[in-house]
T-cell receptor, first 113, second 112 residues
Framework: NAGVTQTPKFRILKIGQSMTLQCAQD?????MYWYRQDPGMGLKLIYY???????DKGEVPNGYNVSRSTTEDFPLRLELAAPSQTSVYFC????????????FGQGTRLTVV | GQQLNQSPQSMFIQEGEDVSMNCTSS?????WLWYKQDPGEGPVLLIA?????ELTSNGRLTAQFGITRKDSFLNISASIPSDVGIYFC????????????FGKGTKLSVKP
C-alpha cells in the first residue's frame, strides 16, 4: 500500500521557470491538501480539494495553481518560480473531513535560485 | 492571523527522562493535533484531541486539550533515542477544510 506518493523528492529551479509537483494517493480519499513548510516553521496550507473537480485556496495560495481531474491525483503547479517559493512541499490526503485522519507524503524539497 | 506559540523550541535530554512541551494561542480551536516529524519525512500524527479537558495517551505519550480550548500539552515519559525528532502541535478550527495552524515545532534530542 503506497499511501501518499510525491514526486520529485528534490528539485532546483531557476527564477521564472515553471514546474509541477506531483501527488498521488491510492487510498480512495476524497480530501487532498498541499502544504509548504519553511525552515524552522510549521506547515501552511496552500490549496485543498474535497473531491475530483473541486479545489479551493488555503492560507498561502499566491503563485500556485492546482487541479483535481481524478480522485487519485492532485498536482501543484508553479508558473513563475520565485526564491520565496523555496520550501518543502507536503501533500496529504484524508478519507473524512478533519485533518486527524490525514496521511502525509514524504515531501518535495524545492530550491529556487 | 491566528498563531500558535509552541515551547520550548528545542530540548536536550538524557535517555529515560520525561519531556513536556506545550502550545498556546489567543484563538479557540476545535481540535488539537500533535505530530512527529523525522528528517526528510512528512509529519506523522501522534495524538488527536477533540474536546476541552480531554486527556489522551498513546503508549508513553500523553496529551491534553486545555479547558479554555486555547492550549494543549504533550508529555513523553521515559524518553528513548528513537524519540528524537521535531514535534509539532496543530490547532484545527472551523471554516475551510484542512485549516490547521501549526506551531513552529519543538526539536527533541536524546542523549543515550
Amino acid at each position: 500500500n503506497a499511501g501518499v506518493t510525491q514526486t520529485p523528492k528534490f528539485r532546483i529551479l531557476k527564477i521564472g521557470q515553471s514546474m509541477t509537483l506531483q501527488c498521488a494517493q491510492d487510498m480512495n480519499h476524497n480530501y487532498m491538501y498541499w502544504y509548504r513548510q519553511d525552515p524552522g516553521m510549521g506547515l501552511k496550507l496552500i490549496y485543498y480539494s474535497v473531491g475530483a473537480g473541486i479545489t479551493d485556496k488555503g492560507e498561502v495560495p499566491n503563485g500556485y495553481n492546482v487541479s483535481r481531474s481524478t480522485t487519485e491525483d492532485f498536482p501543484l503547479r508553479l508558473e513563475l518560480a520565485a526564491p520565496s517559493q523555496t520550501s518543502v512541499y507536503f501533500c496529504a490526503s484524508s478519507y473524512s473531513q478533519g485533518m486527524a485522519e490525514a496521511f502525509f507524503g514524504q515531501g518535495t524539497r524545492l530550491t529556487v535560485v | 492571523g491566528q498563531q500558535l506559540n509552541q515551547s520550548p523550541q528545542s530540548m536536550f535530554i538524557q535517555e529515560g527522562e520525561d519531556v513536556s512541551m506545550n502550545c498556546t494561542s489567543s484563538s479557540i480551536f476545535n481540535t488539537w493535533l500533535w505530530y512527529k516529524q523525522d528528517p526528510g519525512e512528512g509529519p506523522v500524527l501522534l495524538i488527536a484531541l477533540y474536546k476541552a479537558g480531554e486527556l489522551t495517551s498513546n503508549g508513553r505519550l500523553t496529551a491534553q486539550f486545555g479547558i479554555t480550548r486555547k492550549d494543549s500539552f504533550l508529555n513523553i515519559s521515559a524518553s528513548i533515542p528513537s524519540d528524537v525528532g521535531i514535534y509539532f502541535c496543530a490547532g484545527e478550527y472551523g471554516g475551510s477544510q484542512g485549516n490547521l495552524i501549526f506551531g513552529k515545532g519543538t526539536k527533541l534530542s536524546v542523549k543515550p
